[in-house]
């Protein structure tokens, strides 16, 4: 839930602080990658302090190498926090992101049917509509900027 929270607060100030008169944050996108951005911080840093073992034991037993899956998956979640607030890279940060949240989707499913004691949001549905939350704001932020990067036809 902490990450959700994350998003929707931090998104939610940058907009105001662009309403009140921060030019750089005016556009919704850029609000939107700045939340995207402390919410993967938060995370990534997961995946090394605090939550780490229990990271680990939401990795399905079909896969390899829990630890080093945990780590990786850290590494690039970080990687990609960082990406998103550099203008040149937030195309292939919001793309990996998103493809991300896609391939670890099913740690997710796993730790909510065979967790015991899991919490109310981690529970299949809240996390199935967190995860759709989270898609839609990197898909969102990938659309913006390939749209901007495309030519535009000449004006006479």
């Known amino acids: ?56 034991d939401m990795v399905p037993p079909a896969l390899p190498n829990p630890g080093v899956l945990v780590t990786v998956t850290g590494v690039l979640e970080l990687a990609g926090a960082v990406g998103l607030l550099l203008r040149r890279t937030v195309p292939w940060a919001a793309a ?13 499913v796993y730790y909510a049917l065979e967790g015991v004691g899991v919490p109310w949001y981690d529970e299949l549905l809240p996390r199935t509509l967190m995860q759709l939350i989270f898609l839609a704001a990197t898909g969102a932020v990938l659309a913006w900027y390939l749209r901007g990067a495309r030519p535009r036809p000449a004006r006479d």
């Open 1 to 56: 839930m902490e990450p959700l929270i994350a998003l929707v607060v931090v998104t939610s100030a940058l907009l105001v602080a662009g309403a009140a008169g921060v030019a750089r944050l005016r556009p919704w996108p850029v609000a939107l990658r700045g939340g995207l951005a402390v919410m993967f911080l938060m995370t990534g840093g997961a995946h090394f302090i605090g939550l780490r073992q229990e990271l680990i």
């Open 96 to 108: 990996g992101l998103t493809a991300l949240l896609v391939v670890m989707f099913p740690a997710n």
